[in-house]
């Protein structure tokens, strides 16, 4: 076996509990008529909010999937992410093409965090 099970079990059960947020942007987080930058910087921001609210920190993202409209806006979306994120503690991160609820929305943001 190329992987010891006992290690991959330790580390899952490193977190007892962990938040899943989705849908910041259609629950009016993001203004429609900023750009993907912009978009980014404010869902970023309701995720720190989010975060603190039950003790935990962006350094206790365990993953994130942004999805974009297209992927022309990912440089923007990438700057203010790479601004925004916890260099010492970057989590798993996938970014998708895809339709979003609205056209006027550029950026979605999923994520899992530890708050323990």
Request: overall charge neutral.
């Amino acid at each position: 076996m190329p992987w010891d099970a006992g290690l991959v079990v330790g580390a899952l059960l490193g977190y007892r509990s962990a938040m899943i947020f989705t849908n910041l942007i259609t629950m009016g987080i993001a203004d429609p008529s900023a750009d993907a930058k912009g978009q980014t910087q404010q869902i970023l921001k309701k995720i720190d909010e989010t975060l603190a609210a039950v003790g935990s920190h962006k350094s206790k993202i365990l993953a994130a999937t942004v999805y974009v409209a297209n992927m022309g806006v990912y440089n923007d979306m990438n700057a203010a992410w790479d601004a925004w994120v916890d260099p010492a503690n970057t989590p798993a991160r996938a970014t998708v093409e895809a339709r979003l609820a609205s056209p006027k929305y550029l950026v979605e943001i999923m994520a899992t965090a530890a708050i323990n």
